[in-house]
């Protein structure tokens, strides 16, 4: 399986390039990184045997989903002041977190509700929004027609914005 990663580098490479280029300014995760981490988390030099290419983008960009998620998390959690001492802010001014990070999180929690009640729909919004495949590659990476995956996205973008809407604060 070690033969897999040169075969795929490139096309996890210019997903995840793809994904970072719509992310913030200062975004401090790299594409590669990116790439390096998703790599590491589906079994590194001893990968899991994949069924075929579709099923490997799959578990790819549920890794990559992860670690976006995870990173956000991390980065929120900093700005809130994870793990630092409490000391007097009188004075101070504190930049509230980035909606980025907010919106990411947002949007994984409402995908949750999502797979739990369509894990298709799901899984091609994981594909599309985390990894960055356009509807082509959507489409054959689950093995439906590209009309499908564009029902399937419009139907789930609705759903995700109704979720997201009902679940904002007040």
Known sequence: MAALLPMVYEDLRRLAAQKMS?????????????????????????PPAFQNRAHFFSAAAEAMRRILIEHARRR??????????????????????LADDDQLLAVNEALE???????????????????????????????????????WWAYA???????????APR
Do not use: C
């Open 22 to 46: 719509r992310e913030a300014a200062g975004h401090t995760l790299q594409p590669t990184a990116l790439v390096h981490e998703a790599w590491l988390r589906l079994g590194g030099e001893a």
């Open 76 to 97: 929120l959690a900093a700005k809130r002041g994870a793990g630092v001492e409490v000391v007097d802010l009188d004075g101070l001014e504190i930049s509230s977190p």
């Open 113 to 151: 509700k999502l797979a739990a009640i369509d894990p298709r729909k799901a899984e091609l919004v994981k594909l599309r929004y985390f990894v960055g495949l356009n509807f082509e590659e959507a489409a054959a990476a689950l093995g439906i027609a590209v009309p499908t995956a564009k029902q």
């Open 157 to 167: 973008r609705s759903w995700l914005t109704v979720e997201m809407r009902s679940s």
